[in-house]
């Protein structure tokens, strides 16, 4: 059964990535499309956020004297082919039953990105690639702390929001190193953050001056033809903190928190279904021996993506990478057998009621009959 599952997930996953294709490469020459503006985004005119990526491509560019935009495409492309790539590699052979296949097919996870193509290929699988390629490293490996640093220190360079989920990831931590208590180990966890951490205050204290920014609009449109438009933009005209807080404060209204909350009830719910129903194989750990459900403190750990979604609009893209941050976490634990599943206690769970053609149905309306869209205004899809 494991194989023929693990089949099913190749060639779910494949035609997920052939629509990748495909819809990159129609929108790829679109003048306004947000991803791309993104991917512009570069260290000509200085150092600043998200910049690594985008010198990347300008310096791929130039060497191979190709079109900027094909060069995005293609990076993107194999950006993409990495994400899903490991997607299998993580999930394949892992025990699967009801619940554990809504939280994989759920629409705010894999399928998202493929539903709302704006989001496609955002910065944020770079990250996501990163950190499941720092999961699959040996947890006895020597260089375990060094590659969390550097792990950590990229994503910032790549996508700085990542920020957000570092608590998220400290917890991951405790449990995997079996920490008791306050120790080196703990110490030497925290001081793994340190370098990443810099590199957020220098972004958030020197960001691009005018001068600065015109540069680098001077060599998009003069070397490339290209125009500084939506993410490259908005490095100038929101710079500050304050002005990320105030980019929102038009958009909140009572539809939009009611919209959200049965979003985030309705797509977290197998996956928050999984947590409750999981327990430390280690019930001594630091800070979980203050709880009684380890979900409790991992929910605590995720309190910080409330300033992310104060500070951006793309209130559907912060819900799918919350959820597949907690969801590599998760499943790698479990996997790793540092939670341990009461499978007997989630058959309890009014899902398990619903037998044959009308749980198939319900199956294909939950994973495959909406998805939020990316913005903060925008209805459900």
């Known amino acids: 059964m494991k194989k023929k599952i693990n089949n099913y997930l190749f060639v779910y996953l494949l035609i997920l990535l052939s629509f990748s294709y495909f819809f990159l490469f129609i929108k790829h020459n679109v003048g306004n499309d947000s991803t791309i503006s993104e991917w512009l985004i570069n260290y000509e005119g200085g150092f600043t956020k998200r910049g690594l990526i985008g010198q990347f491509t300008i310096e791929l560019s130039r060497i191979f004297d190709l079109n900027l935009r094909w060069i995005i495409f293609l990076l993107q ?47 944020e699988v770079l990250v996501f690639s990163l950190f499941m390629i720092y999961l699959i490293i040996p947890r006895d490996s020597k260089f375990k702390f060094f590659s969390l640093t550097i792990f950590s220190f990229l994503s910032i360079l790549i996508w700085e929001p990542i920020i957000f989920f570092f608590p998220l990831i400290i917890i991951l931590e405790i449990i995997e190193n079996n920490i008791e208590k306050i120790n080196f180990i703990f110490l030497k966890l925290i001081l793994s953050f340190i370098p990443s951490l810099l590199v957020v205050f220098f972004i958030i204290m020197f960001p691009l001056s005018t001068d600065e920014h015109n540069s680098m609009v001077f060599i998009l449109k003069q070397e490339f033809g290209e125009d500084c438009y939506m993410s490259c933009y908005l490095l100038i005209s929101k710079s500050s903190l304050l002005q990320q807080f105030q980019g929102n404060f038009g958009k909140y209204s009572l539809e939009v928190f009611i919209r959200y909350s049965l979003i985030f009830l309705i797509g977290f719910f197998p996956l928050i279904s999984l947590l409750n129903n999981s327990s430390l194989k280690n019930k001594n750990l630091v800070l979980f021996n203050f709880f009684e459900k380890p979900i409790i403190l991992i929910l605590i750990s995720l309190l910080p993506i409330i300033i992310l979604f104060a500070m951006g609009y793309d209130w559907g893209r912060w819900v799918n990478v919350t959820y597949v941050m907690l969801a590599l976490t998760y499943f790698h634990l479990l996997k790793s057998s540092n939670f341990i599943l009461n499978y007997k206690k989630l058959e309890n769970n009014l899902l398990y009621r619903i037998k044959g053609k009308i749980f198939t149905i319900l199956f294909i309306i939950f994973c495959f009959g909406w998805n939020p869209k990316t913005v903060i205004t925008g209805d459900v899809a």
């Open 77 to 123: 492309s194999f950006a993409c082919t990495v994400y899903f790539f490991l997607l299998f590699v993580f999930f394949k052979n892992l025990k699967f039953e009801r619940i554990i296949i809504l939280s994989i097919f759920t629409p705010i996870f894999i399928l998202y990105p493929i539903a709302e193509i704006e989001v496609l290929a955002r910065k």
